[in-house]
């Protein structure tokens, strides 16, 4: 366990990276963080003097080689600790954009000695130095991914602290009534109580409710972040992969007239009529000896239950009887996603048979083209009341790793309460206590490990 530092940064190395994507632009900018930041950039930086440079002030000006030859003209940021994004002496460059001016650029300020950062460094310096807590720098990367208005909306919620104070405030009270259980244990021959048992009982209820309430709302956080998933799913044939690509627009999953094609996951996202959306491919079920297939269904089956909603293909030529059937046993299958029976192939079914499905369910045809417009439609409109469903609420959780925490948190307190209603001792309540506290901190990260740490900021781009 790491308990986090104060707010100094003695120690740390600097490091620099590129902090916009590769390719032609504009300009790109480059970044400078660490003690040795603001000495470095005016040693290879000609125009005014860095050194004596106030912080958040803007020079212009030219980066030189060590010869002295001319790299490119630039503007330079200076930012004094403790005022800036990683709380450490930091210089922005920005460059003419382009690869090989950058690159010189970033070339030239790592030969004065100075470290290139590892992916997500700069945040997690921001972190340790208390510019941030963990949900928000986790935030900064959701931020950086987010797909669609909405996820850009819940992470800039984090990002300004939401769910930290949400979780911070109920943490304050379980500190405050642990500390008061603690207490009356040095006291014990007293026999006085600091927190009665009708105020721990409540304390323990309404935490517990408030940790119920966010935990509840991840469902709808994660289809904010991730979009709604929806899985492609039916016999060996019907045509799932074809539909993929019809909805993706080329070829993606590979589509022949042999049972059995598709044994890998497929997960591909589409903004279907402004919906954004993550489409699942899967093997097609059936009884198989090919251990390879055999692991594609079983994969399938898995996607089922986290699905949202679960597109049911059959083949129209079947007609209705074997499509419900398998309706039922994967209605009972399903995590509580919502099942769509859809009839593909029906350029190949009889006009009785087509007569006896329609009204079932969408009736298309992929080769041909028949019913797809309203099929996208009709999952666009399904998306939508997923995401309807999930607006409402003060605190929003969208990241699985806070889940995971409040989840352990929920399961403290219930002990807790459990012990309280048992009348186990102090000890064994403040202990529970103590855990339901650890788990909330992780969330903020006021204690946590390397390997969290290591994990999070693993997902950010270099740069960042
Ligand atoms: N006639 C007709 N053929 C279709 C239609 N849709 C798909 N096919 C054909 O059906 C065959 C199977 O299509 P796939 O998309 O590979 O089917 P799948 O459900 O992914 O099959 P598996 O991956 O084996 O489970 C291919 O030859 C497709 O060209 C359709 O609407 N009409
Ligand atoms: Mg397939």
Known sequence: MTQIPSPSTAGQDTIAAIATPPGTAGIAVLRISGDRAIAVASELFDGTDLSEAAGHTAHHGYVRDRGGGMLDEVLVTVFRAPHSYTGEHSVEISCHGGSVVSKRVLQRVLDSGIRHAEPGEFTRRAFLNGKMDLSQAEAVADLIHAQTDEAHRASLQQLEGQLSRYVGNIRDRLLHAAGMLELSLDFVEEDVDFLSAAETAKLLTEAGEQLRRALDSYAGGRIIRDGVRIALVGAPNVGKSSLLNHFLGRRRAIVTDQPGTT??????????????????????????????????????????????????????????????????????????????????????????????????????????????????????????????????????????????????????????????????????????????????????????????????????????
């Open 263 to 464: 044994r890998d996951y497929l997960e591909e996202a589409v903004l279907l009529h402004g919906e954004y959306v993550r489409l699942i491919d899967t093997a097609g079920l059936r009884h198989t000896d090919d251990v390879i297939e055999r692991e594609g269904i079983a994969i399938g089956r898995e996607t089922l239950r986290s699905a949202d909603v679960i597109c049911l293909l059959a083949d129209a030529r079947d007609g209705l009887d074997p499509a419900e059937a398998l309706r039922a046993q994967l209605t009972k299958e399903s995590g509580g996603g919502e099942v769509l029976l859809v009839f593909n192939k029906c350029d190949l079914a009889a006009r009785e048979t087509v007569a006896a499905i329609a009204g079932q369910g969408p009736v298309i045809s992929v080769l041909r083209g028949d019913g797809l417009p309203e099929l996208s439609r009709r999952l666009a409109e399904l998306a939508r009341e997923l995401h309807r469903g999930s607006e409402q609420g003060s605190v929003l959780v969208t990241n699985i790793r806070h889940a995971d925490c409040l989840r352990r948190g929920i399961a403290a307190l219930d002990e807790a309460q459990r012990a309280a209603s048992e009348g186990m001792t102090e000890e064994v309540l403040a202990a529970e206590l103590r855990r339901a506290i650890d788990a909330l901190g992780e969330i903020i990260g006021v204690v946590t490990t390397d390997d969290i740490l290591n994990g999070i900021f693993s997902r950010f781009c270099i740069g960042k």
